[in-house]
């Protein structure tokens, strides 16, 4: 009887062994990826390497050229992009988006975010010029080590939109492009998004104003800014953020959301319904959709959470809907 059970011991002790050497494995696999992927944001020497945005000389897109700057410190790094963002490049084709008789007065820097103060000549832009050099602001900017957010003041005030509503704080993902190096067919669009109150019991809607390109359909960009979730302190995000989108289509006013099984798990303390309607919310103030449909890599015969039935089609509820 010892010896089976000396058996059965050496038998977990293998087991264990070969587990911690899989784990092992994974970890030196991924430790390479990333090496892999960092290596690919570096020149030959080993310097990071970003992508200064500007300006088209007809201010109609924006498009990047690569540069290896000579400092690698968030504090360095600042000034010296800030400057090439100020110089025209040798390409002729090109503006550099600080130009047009404005400039930075200073900028500051708390935790992740810079705030850049310009002065008032900024306002002189048309609607189009000014979106497009803030995108290009934005897009560089954010990528110094240490720099996950902008908010641009004009004078030590607020940059407000065309509208009067505040522009806010500036990621480079509400600058949506597609995979090639050129930013084009920009526009300019508000979304009504719905997110998370702080009980997780009910929605609070959000108005966000986002540059997108026209590539991607609205239904889909309003998918990614759901799950993206918000960007205030107001509203608290629905949805798993590393869900990935399948794909979105509409029709007959139906708008068919497919993603995959990462949305079946929820990270966040908010009710079923409240993770459903955010999104069906979000897609219905579009004007073409009525209802919405989510399916998990195509499948709809599934609950969420046991309580939602996602063979149903979902119409607005604006009975969740708070404040």
Known sequence: MNENKNREISKTNKIGINRLRSIGLIVFLSFLLCACALQQSEDEEGKLR?????????????????YTPEESTRDAMLPELIQVLSTQP??????????????????????????LNLD????????????????????????????????ITVENEPLQDSTGNLVGTLTSDMFIDNAGTEINSYEKVKLHLYFANKAGDGLI??????????????????????????????????????????????KDGIC??????????????????VTIYSMANSLIELSNVNKVQISINGKTDMMYRENTNLSNFFERNLDLVHG
């Open 256 to 273: 068919y959301v497919n993603l995959d099984d990462a949305f079946l798990t929820q990270p966040y303390n908010v009710t079923s319904e």
């Open 90 to 115: 040798e390409n002729v084709n090109l503006v550099a988006p600080v130009s047009d008789g404005f400039h930075v007065l200073n900028y500051s820097v708390e935790e992740k975010q810079l705030i």
């Open 120 to 151: 008032v000549r900024y306002l002189d832009m048309d609607a189009t010029k000014e979106i497009l050099t803030r995108a290009a602001l934005v897009r560089t900017l954010t990528q110094i080590p240490g720099i996950d957010y902008v908010s």
């Open 205 to 250: 809607e959000v108005n966000r104003t986002i540059v997108y390109n026209s590539n991607i359909s609205l239904e889909k960009l309003v998918v990614e800014q759901v799950i993206a979730g918000p960007t205030n302190d107001e509203s608290y995000p629905t949805i798993n953020p590393s869900t990935k989108i399948v794909n979105v289509t509409v």
């Open 50 to 66: 970003v992508d200064v945005y500007y300006l088209n000389k007809e201010e109609t897109k924006v498009a990047s050229e690569s």
